[in-house]
Each structure stands twice: as structure tokens, then as C-alpha cells.
């Protein structure tokens, strides 16, 4: 069901955009096979950036996550992610609250990354490296999300320089959008766009986040 806030799929990109490669599944994720339960291989060389920065655990937090996308190049010609945003790409899969990410979620998120990178080449035509707040907007109707005006501005107006916005608050703003959707759609169990929260826990979710 869509309903104002969520759009059809809880920030998918409808359908196939051009350039951007396969169609995207709900959730924001492009069509690209998913990694659940999936057993790392030694010519996988996201297990390589992987365990180049992991701790013991297994695990990444976000200096290290951060440090492991900047060696993989996965931002291309754009700036490295910002621990920032590093933190809130760990807090969009870490629904235990450890502060940390494990291969699987890894390479959940590679996909994601994946495909806002391509749909943020598409509407990126002059190769600045930025895009304007209408194209914005444009982008994030087209994940499927349908907010209001004053909710567009608002976002705008967070994640935007002098009027434009460059790739890594763009993807800072993919991940919260789906990170806060997600968080409530948990919650709204009749799927109406209504949730009664307990104020601790609205304050777990998003300042989390």
C-alpha cells in the first residue's frame, strides 16, 4: 500500500532510470542479487576491503566503514564519504544497536550505494558533482516518496550548499530517508501513516540515526 511519506515500496526508485542499470526493489536497493546469509568468498573484493579494515569481531565501525569505501573507490571521481555519513550508513542496517556492521550488511549497503551513485550520475548531466534542489526533489519522487512541499524544502534546505547539493549529502540524505521510513514503517503495523510512539523510543530511532 502507498500512502503520503512512504510511496509505493518504502523508497524504491520506480522503475528503471535511465543509465542507472537494473530496475530498483523496495527499499531503495537496485536489482541486484541480495546477500543474505551469504558465505564470503577470497576472490570477492568486497571481502578484501572488508577484512583490510575489520576488527576482530568481524565487524566495521564507522572510521573503519569509512576508511573501507575510500580504499575501494567506490565514490569515483566525487569526494569520500564523510564520517558523518559513515555513521548514519552503519545506523540505517544496525537495527541491535551495536554501532557496528558485519559483511552481510556490508554488502547490503554496497548495493544501495551502488544504485544512488548511478541515479545521482544520471541527474548529474554536467558532471559537477552536485545537483540543484529541484532535481532533488526530483530524485526523491522518483525513490517512490511522495512528501509534502514544506517536508521537500525542509530536507533541502539540510543537505544543500549554496543551493546545491554534492554526492556525499545526497547519499547521507538516501540513507536517513530510508533509514526514518524503515524505523517507522516497523511501527505503523495497520500501514494507515499513523504510529503512536513512546518518547524514549522515538528518541532511540531517530537520534540513532
Request: glycine letters at 12%; one cysteine or more.
Amino acid at each position: 500500500m502507498a500512502y503520503p511519506g512512504y510511496g509505493g515500496g518504502f523508497g524504491n526508485f520506480s522503475g528503471q532510470m535511465p543509465g542507472t542499470g537494473p530496475p530498483v526493489l523496495p527499499g531503495g536497493y537496485s536489482g541486484y542479487p541480495t546477500y543474505v546469509n551469504s558465505y564470503p568468498s577470497a576472490g570477492d573484493p568486497m571481502w578484501t576491503y572488508f577484512t583490510a579494515v575489520a576488527g576482530q569481531d568481524g565487524e566495521v565501525d564507522a572510521e573503519e566503514l569509512q576508511k573501507c569505501l575510500t580504499q575501494s573507490g567506490i565514490s569515483g571521481t566525487y569526494s569520500p564519504f564523510s564520517l558523518e555519513t559513515c555513521r548514519i550508513m552503519i545506523a540505517m542496517l544496525d537495527r541491535n544497536y551495536t554501532g557496528k556492521m558485519g559483511f552481510n550488511e556490508f554488502k547490503e549497503l554496497w548495493t544501495a550505494l551502488n544504485a544512488w551513485k548511478q541515479h545521482f550520475i544520471t541527474i548529474d548531466q554536467d558532471r559537477s558533482g552536485t545537483v540543484e534542489h529541484h532535481e532533488l526533489n526530483q530524485a526523491i519522487a522518483a525513490m517512490g516518496y511522495r512528501l509534502s512541499p514544506q517536508t521537500l524544502a525542509a530536507i533541502v534546505k539540510r543537505y544543500s550548499k549554496n543551493g546545491r547539493i554534492f554526492f556525499d549529502d545526497y547519499v547521507a540524505c538516501c540513507v536517513k530517508l530510508r533509514a526514518l521510513t524503515d524505523f517507522f514503517q516497523r511501527r505503523d503495523h495497520l500501514q494507515q501513516g499513523v504510529v503512536n510512539f513512546i518518547y524514549d523510543d522515538f528518541l532511540q530511532g531517530t537520534m540513532s540515526i
